[in-house]
């Protein structure tokens, strides 16, 4: 079973920016199709970020986050990043890590990394 740990998370000013990582343990990011960041804000249900298709690289994106958003992938560390520029205060939430063995089925899930945007 895999572990994902998100780190990275913190308070920021809008149009800061901020670096999310996602580091796998015990089984490596390979044996899934696709990895993915979700986001839940305080009362709101969970909402897709963006994802990466792990061996071709593929990534796909939220249409608020499209140009400011960027996901990366290294395997050499079997970590996955979320680079995220011109940060607003409704980029406000936990920011969760997800993998699938299937193509948007999410079976693994971290525990979230807290981002807040001041305005």
């Known amino acids: 079973q895999v572990q994902l740990v998100e780190s990275g998370g913190r308070l920021v000013q809008s149009g800061d920016s901020l670096r999310l990582s996602c580091a796998a343990s015990?089984?490596?990011?390979?044996?899934?199709?696709?990895v993915g960041w979700f986001r839940q804000a305080p009362g709101k249900e969970r909402k897709f970020v963006a994802s990466?298709?792990?061996?071709?690289?593929?990534?796909y994106y939220r249409d608020s986050v499209k140009g400011r958003f960027t996901i990366s992938r290294d395997s050499t560390t079997n970590t996955v990043y979320l680079q995220m520029n011109s940060l607003k205060p409704d980029d406000t939430a936990v920011y969760l890590c997800?993998?699938?063995?299937?193509?948007?089925?999410?079976?693994?899930w971290g525990q979230g990394t807290q981002v807040t945007v001041s305005s």
């Open positions: 997800a993998a699938a063995r299937i193509a948007t089925m999410w079976d693994e």
């Open positions: 015990g089984r490596p990011f390979s044996s899934y199709v696709t």
């Open positions: 990466i298709d792990w061996s071709g690289g593929s990534t």
